[in-house]
Every structure is written in structure tokens, then in C-alpha cells.
């Protein structure tokens, strides 16, 4: 059995209407107390992609939604994913509906290199919606490549 981190108590403070809608918040999510959903919310903030800086590892998705029917995307969305097959651990390919499809590209990398691909993924034409979301980070152990 792992040992257990020691936890600090500091105190917060909560305007009455908050406190509230949190209380409510942390029951919907099935929390047994408010200081696991403070924890929680904690570390991801400490995974923004915003915040985190380029030469971290880490692992966490792309998720896009875009028009099939655009003439040459998906072939592009492909090659794009063939220059970075490094980084990509799985993907998974949705139909919504007779024009949209949903992709979810599960990535592994320097941050550097997800943003680049994310970006290059974003602004293509037919793309509708395209978020890179970390949700692991590790300072060592994961092999670096870089893409030009």
C-alpha cells in the first residue's frame, strides 16, 4: 500500500450564493465532501494546455468535428496524423450525422509538438471545432520527437 501525501487545511471563503451552487455542484457529481471537488478542480487547472510550458510531456486527446464532404480534408486530416504518428497512441472515428464527423486523436508527446498538430488540425477548412485537452503530464520518461 502507498503511503498517503500529507494533506494541508487552509481555509476559503464563499460568498453565501456560491457556496450554494457549489454544494450543489459537488452533490450532482457525487462528491462525498467539498475538499475532493476543490482537488479536483485544482488539478485541472494545473493541466491547461495554456498554462503548461512547451517542453512538457504529456498525454491527453484532440478532439475535432468536421465536414467530410470538404473536398481533400479528410485525406489532409490523414497525412497530418501519418507526419505526427509518434504522438498518436489511438484514434477513433465517429459519423454523426450524412456531413459532420467526430474524430478523437489520443496523444502522447511534447506539449510543443500537440499544440503544432492541434493548430495545423484547427485551422483547416471544414473543421468546425478542434480542442487539445491535457489531461496527464510527466516531467521525464516519455521518447521526444520532434516534427518540422
Known amino acids: 500500500m502507498a503511503d498517503k501525501e500529507e494533506l494541508i487545511r487552509f481555509g476559503v471563503a464563499f460568498p453565501a450564493p456560491l457556496i450554494e451552487q457549489f454544494n450543489h455542484y459537488i452533490e ?6 467539498r475538499s475532493e471537488a476543490i482537488r479536483d478542480m485544482a488539478r ?8 503548461l510550458p512547451s517542453d512538457a510531456h504529456v498525454a491527453g486527446t484532440i478532439v475535432m468535428v468536421y465536414d467530410h464532404h470538404i ?25 454523426l450525422n450524412h ?3 467526430l474524430e478523437v486523436i489520443v496523444v502522447r508527446g511534447r506539449l510543443s509538438g500537440l499544440r503544432t ?25 516519455l521518447e521526444i520527437h520532434d516534427h518540422k
Open 44 to 51: 485541472k487547472a494545473m493541466l491547461d494546455p495554456a498554462k
Open 28 to 33: 450532482e457529481q457525487g462528491y462525498t465532501n
Open 99 to 101: 456531413n459532420q464527423c
Open 71 to 95: 473536398r481533400d480534408l479528410p485525406l489532409l486530416l490523414t497525412e497530418l496524423q501519418h507526419q505526427f504518428h509518434h504522438d498518436i497512441i489511438s484514434t477513433m472515428h465517429v459519423h
Open 117 to 141: 498538430l492541434h493548430h495545423q488540425i484547427q485551422v483547416q477548412k471544414g473543421v468546425h471545432y478542434a480542442e487539445l485537452s491535457v489531461t496527464y503530464a510527466e516531467e521525464q520518461g
